[in-house]
C-alpha cells in the first residue's frame, strides 16, 4: 500500500522560508517520480516539483525556480521542498505524490496517482 505523509507546513511570515517533508512507502515497481503539488482555494493542483527516485534529476516548476528547492534522501525515501522567500500567494495545501502509470496529473512529462493528505502553509503579509 503506498503511503506518502507529508509533514513541515504551518503560518509563516512573507520572506521567510519553510521545509516540507514527504516519507513515501510502499511505492509499486514503476512508480519512479515523486512531486510536489500545490492546491490555492478556488484553484486546482498545480505541479511545483518533481524528482526521480534514482539519479540525480529534479526540479521546480520553471516560474517557481530560485525559490522553490526539491531534494531527496536517499536511505529514508524522503524528499523534501524547501522554499524560499515565502509569498503571500505560496499559501496552499501542498501535496506529496508518486508516479502511477496510465493513471492520474500529468506533471513535466509523468502522471502522478498516488497523493498524501497535503499539509497547508499560510504565508502572511
Known amino acids: 500500500q503506498v503511503q506518502l505523509v507529508e509533514s513541515g507546513g504551518g503560518s509563516v511570515q512573507a520572506g521567510g522560508s519553510l521545509r516540507l517533508s514527504c516519507s513515501a512507502s510502499g511505492l509499486p515497481d514503476g512508480s519512479n517520480h515523486l512531486a510536489w503539488f500545490r492546491q490555492r482555494t478556488g484553484s486546482g493542483r498545480e505541479g511545483v516539483a518533481i524528482v526521480a527516485l534514482t539519479g540525480n534529476y529534479g526540479r521546480a516548476a520553471e516560474s517557481l525556480r530560485g525559490r522553490f528547492w526539491v531534494s531527496r534522501d536517499y536511505a529514508s525515501n524522503t524528499v523534501y521542498l524547501d522554499i524560499e522567500r515565502l509569498k503571500v500567494e505560496d499559501s496552499a495545501k501542498y501535496f506529496c505524490?508518486?508516479?502511477?502509470?496510465?493513471?492520474?496529473?500529468?506533471?513535466?512529462?509523468?502522471?502522478?496517482?498516488?497523493w498524501g493528505q497535503g499539509t497547508q502553509v499560510t504565508v502572511s503579509s
Open positions: 505524490a508518486a508516479e502511477k502509470n496510465n493513471d492520474g496529473v500529468w506533471f513535466d512529462g509523468v502522471r502522478f496517482g498516488y
